[in-house]
């Protein structure tokens, strides 16, 4: 089992436009909402490609309740969402359908009280400690009341219970849970510069790591992912640039680092994986899918050039 925490979880709101203008009115031409925040995405991926997966966080209000319902009827996927008093926040995508660049709003998520706090901390202590499971991710940004140590006392807790931690988040909780010493850290190229201080990527990772991160995979955009870990540091791309929408991309290359370190794949087929999922979730219309054809596709033409 695969556990994932989003202790922001959100119900993704995608709207499409024919062309977003500031100051216009605009029609909607499509409306789609689903369970969000990074960990629900990476829940989501990982359970498409036949993961067991648990996930964790905070859900409350009727868009938590809404959470609940759609998790339930996910195969391969159980949840273990805490319950809040606050309403479990929305985000909106708007997708400009002539451009396809993508406007995101997130809201700041629901105040959590310290019994919330210390009932989310109980439950991910026993899920960490439960014999089987196999690694554990932390995502995304975190609500109003969880204290901005929270993911460098949850990377502890999950080295301490043998179980190996991808974090992947931004900002001061970043930067404190980098230092608690992950097993993996993925930032993008802005978290990556804010961290570090350098907009040069190989110089960053390298600066990430000292920082204590085991290994640090940078996701670059299109340029696909630079990985700088304890046995040697390889460059992943995608064969082409796809076009459409990238929310959530980042979330599926996470999976496909989880799902492959699961199947203890080495350090290039899971690189592998992580920039073919990850080119598949922007050819699907909506974060936390993937196109599969083009995964299967893009899988054979991955480039991995590396000194591991
Ligand atoms: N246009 C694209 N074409 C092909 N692959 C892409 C494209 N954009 C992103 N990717 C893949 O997705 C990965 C993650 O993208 P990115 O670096 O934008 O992460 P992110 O900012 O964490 O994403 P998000 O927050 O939207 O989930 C990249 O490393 C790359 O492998
Ligand atoms: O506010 P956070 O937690 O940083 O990001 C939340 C979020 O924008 O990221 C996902 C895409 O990666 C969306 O599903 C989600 O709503």
Redesign the pocket.
Known sequence: MILTVTL?T?L?ITYRVPALTPHASHRVTEVTERP???GL?VARVLAALGHDVTVAGFAGGDTGRSLHERLAEAPHLTDALTPVDGATRR?LAVVDSATGDTT?L?EPGPLISPAEWAAFLDSYEELTRRPGTAAVALC??LPPGVPVGAYALLVRAARAAGVPVLLD??GEPLRRGVAARPDMVKPNADELAELTGSHEPSRATRDARRRGAHAVIASLGAEGLLAVTPDGSWQAAPPVRVHGNP??A??SAVAGLLSALAEDLPWPDRLARAVALSAATVAAPV??EFDRATYEDVLGRVTVRGDG
């Open positions: 922001n959100a993704d969000g925040g990074k995405n985000t995101q997130n995304g940004s988040t931004s929310t959530g980042g979330d974060a936390g």
